[in-house]
């Protein structure tokens, strides 16, 4: 493996978000979207799917949403098959919770809608490697319609009723929003490592480890040069980066320091903004954040 090639193995762990009113948020998550509820310390909290911590939620009484800001557009839960997908959204239109789209991105099928607090969800399935869209090697996203039909008949007698997220679900990937693309991209591709897999117009980029379809996305959609969120501010805390293990980590930590980025070390892991202000924690193996 090439020296500035981040691990294929590497993942995307628990996202950290801050919100206005945490017991609000914990019921939203629980009954919305399926979400167990691991443990809460204080005005903290880790949901999941019964295993594995997928968001940590601090509640700030206080904190506001910013606009045209630096952060969270959205996160992504990917759950294992088409029927799980099916289920979510049968639950979710059962409960009336507003929805933001329903796309096909012929990589995935994805559900879109915001929490509380308006940060950003996407629920999505991934179709086989072997299907998704190409022109040549590059790959070939798109945004059409979702096939509601075709996703909705895949519910059995035995998958139809609404039930908690299945074990397997996991954080897919992140999404950004960032002030300056090709500075986001020199950080993501020229720094960590990771794999530049395709453009979105000027404004929006993708990028993985392994040939994954995208592990973060990047996009000026909140405006070229948008300020980072002051701090306390409803929204993305920081989000994990999962290397496989120390030696992986030390690698990619080695190349921040070598940029002359600043990188801290936390109990949690090894702390890195992008240059959007964008708080990432690395970490060795699966963790929580």
Request: charged share 20%; proline share 7%.
């Amino acid at each position: 493996m090439a020296t500035g090639v981040i691990h294929p193995d590497t993942s995307i762990g628990p996202v950290a978000l801050t919100v206005s009113d945490l017991d609000r948020s914990i019921a939203f998550y629980r009954d919305s979207l399926g979400m167990q509820l691991h443990r809460r310390d204080g005005n903290t909290a880790w949901l999941g799917d019964g295993t594995t911590d997928l968001l940590e939620l601090t509640g700030v009484p206080a904190a506001r949403r910013m606009r045209g800001t630096t952060g969270l557009y959205h996160f992504a839960i990917l759950v294992p098959t088409r029927a799980d997908l099916a289920r979510v959204l049968a639950h979710l239109v059962a409960t009336r919770i507003p929805l933001q789209g329903l796309s096909d991105h012929g990589v995935s099928e994805a559900i879109y809608l915001a929490d509380p607090d308006g940060n950003g969800i996407e629920v999505y399935r991934d179709r086989p490697r072997d299907e998704w869209p190409r022109a040549g090697r590059e790959l070939r996203m798109v945004t059409e319609p979702m096939d509601v039909d075709g996703v909705m008949s895949a519910l059995t007698e035995e998958t139809r009723e609404p039930r908690r997220l299945p074990p397997g679900t996991k954080m897919g990937h992140v999404h950004l929003h960032v002030s300056d693309l090709a500075a986001a991209e020199d950080f993501y591709a020229g720094v960590l490592g990771f794999e530049l897999m395709q453009h979105f117009g000027g404004q929006a980029a993708f990028l993985s480890a392994g040939g994954y379809h995208h592990h973060v996305g990047l996009n000026t959609w909140a405006g070229v040069g948008a300020p980072a969120p002051p701090p306390g501010a409803i929204g993305l805390r920081e989000f994990l980066v999962q290397l496989p293990n120390e030696e992986e980590l030390d690698r990619v930590a080695a190349r921040i320091r070598n940029a002359g980025i600043p990188l801290e070390r936390t109990g949690r892991g090894r702390l890195v903004r992008d240059p959007s202000g964008n708080a990432i924690i690395l970490s060795a193996g699966p963790d929580s954040i």
